[in-house]
């Protein structure tokens, strides 16, 4: 059974540009969270999605975004990009939360640096 | 909201011995816990989790205990390998599974040996 996927792994952007990363969730799993991890602030939980609605929002600005789509994929956007936007942000999946028996499976992360 | 704190940041265990890492918790309301490895280059993989309805868990050489009361829970591993050598995380959620996890600051944990 494939893990959660993320892509890309690795980019580099630059102050003012945005940027989108993809998230694959085990096949079958109907629920995605998005986290971002940096060395100052720990994981922070950023968002989560479940059949395509926002259905939790951590504390983070306008700028951070994202969606679902109806296979469960989920991509995350961050729009005019700054210098401490740069973490590494983690996707994880878990298969629905009404079971009470969810247990999130994190991918590997994309790293994103911002110069 | 939730605030976990963790403890200690740095652990350095000879082979074969005991590592502890102790969390605290500030809402009572919290009823899920789980702990998470997370190696280099990896994300953070579920090692072992435990809900508030049950004060210990064990699987092979981990264990969590809970004490809801002082609201606290801890990991333990015992007879400790290189491998076991990561960052630790433990982390509270309000209901079972809710994808909101706050997560401690993290222990990374050095095997020596």
């Known amino acids: 059974k494939a893990g959660v996927t993320q892509t890309p792994r690795y980019l580099i952007k630059t102050r003012g540009q945005q940027v989108t990363l993809s998230c694959s969730p085990i096949?079958?799993?109907?629920?995605v969270s998005w986290y971002q991890q940096t060395p100052g602030q720990g994981l922070q939980f950023l968002f989560e999605?479940?059949?395509?609605?926002?259905?939790n929002k951590g504390n983070f600005p306008g700028r951070f975004s994202g969606r679902q789509f109806s296979n469960s994929r989920s991509e995350m956007n961050v729009s005019t990009l700054e210098l401490g936007d740069s973490a590494l942000y983690l996707c994880?999946?878990?298969?629905?939360?009404?079971?009470?028996?969810?247990?999130?499976?994190f991918g590997a992360g994309s790293r994103l640096t911002v110069l | 909201g939730e605030n976990v704190e963790q403890h200690p940041s740095t652990l350095s265990v000879q082979e074969g011995d005991s590592a502890v890492i102790k969390c605290t918790y500030s809402?009572?309301?919290?009823?899920?816990f789980p702990w998470y490895k997370q190696e280099l280059g990896k994300g953070p993989q579920l090692i072992i989790d435990?809900?508030?309805?049950?004060g210990e868990k064990k699987d092979q050489r981990i264990a969590v205990t809970l004490n809801k009361t002082a609201k606290h829970f801890s990991l333990h591993i015992t007879e400790t390998q290189p491998e076991d050598s990561a960052v630790y995380f433990c982390a509270a959620s309000m209901s079972f599974g809710n994808e909101k996890l706050t997560f401690g600051t993290g222990t990374r944990l050095t095997i020596i040996p």
């Open positions: 994880a999946s878990s298969p629905d939360s009404s079971s009470g028996a969810n247990v999130l499976t």
């Open positions: 809402d009572s309301a919290s009823n899920y």
């Open positions: 999605y479940f059949s395509e609605t926002q259905r």
């Open positions: 435990i809900r508030s309805n049950v």
């Open positions: 096949s079958g799993h109907r629920s």
